[in-house]
T-cell receptor
Framework: QQQVKQSPQSLIVQKGGISIINCAYENTAFDYFPWYQQFPGKGPALLIAIRPDVSEKKEGRFTISFNKSAKQFSLHIMDSQPGDSATYFCAATDSWGKLQFGAGTQVVVTP | DTAVSQTPKYLVTQMGNDKSIKCEQNLGHDTMYWYKQDSKKFLKIMFSYNNKELIINETVPNRFSPKSPDKAHLNLHINSLELGDSAVYFC????????????FGPGTRLTVT
């Protein structure tokens, strides 16, 4: 049973547009919510992460919004670039250090 | 310098064979992991070791046996390979207190024919 639900499965955005990926969870014991970026043929790499006591975190063009009461969080990619084309995974960790991944979103940024 | 390395990168083998994948990290981390990524790109944790001690063991067939000779190495041995074992296997490492920040290796693509 997937503990972190992610949508959409894929999205196409024009260069300069905004990409938005949404995730939801049920387990209130999760204590950290990272996002990973994966390019074809490579391993996932940490992009940005947020704690549940913070509502928003921004790093460059990437922003996480976190809604603790709704148990939802999202990734916004501003001014999307062709180099951002990748698969993005939301995730959550529990106190055991287990990283539970969402199903992934394939983002394609068209020139 | 490669932070997390895996060998081999590709592995093609027949059903019923036994194979091993090796992983090494030079980040000084105390925790290492094995993940399986299936054809739909879903990533699932299989095992985790902290300072050579098994701390996470998901519901994985006992044909899969991890071994950690030291905290910089974590190997995965698979017995009696099945078609369903075909996937990309990723090794990762982190510090125990910051397990949300994991560093992944390049993956090993295992194809069982």
């Amino acid at each position: 049973q997937q503990q972190v639900k992610q949508s959409p499965q894929s999205l196409i955005v024009q260069k300069g547009g905004i990409s938005i990926i949404n995730c939801a969870y049920e387990n209130t014991a999760f204590d950290y919510f990272p996002w990973y970026q994966q390019f074809p043929g490579k391993g996932p790499a940490l992009l940005i992460a947020i704690r549940p006591d913070v509502s928003e975190k921004k790093e460059g063009r990437f922003t996480i919004s976190f809604n603790k009461s709704a148990k939802q969080f999202s990734l916004h990619i501003m001014d999307s670039q062709p180099g951002d084309s990748a698969t993005y995974f939301c995730a959550a960790t529990d106190s055991w250090g287990k990283l539970q991944f969402g199903a992934g979103t394939q983002v394609v940024v068209t020139p | 310098d490669t932070a997390v390395s895996q060998t081999p990168k590709y592995l093609v083998t027949q059903m019923g064979n036994d194979k091993s994948i090796k992983c090494e990290q030079n980040l000084g981390h105390d925790t290492m992991y094995w993940y399986k990524q299936d054809s739909k790109k879903f990533l699932k944790i299989m095992f985790s070791y902290n300072n050579k001690e098994l701390i996470i063991n998901e519901t994985v067939p006992n044909r899969f046996s991890p071994k950690s000779p030291d905290k910089a190495h974590l190997n995965l041995h698979i017995n009696s390979l099945e078609l369903g074992d075909s996937a990309v296997y990723f090794c990762a490492s982190s510090q125990r207190g910051t397990s949300y920040e994991q560093y992944f290796g390049p993956g090993t693509r295992l194809t069982v024919t």
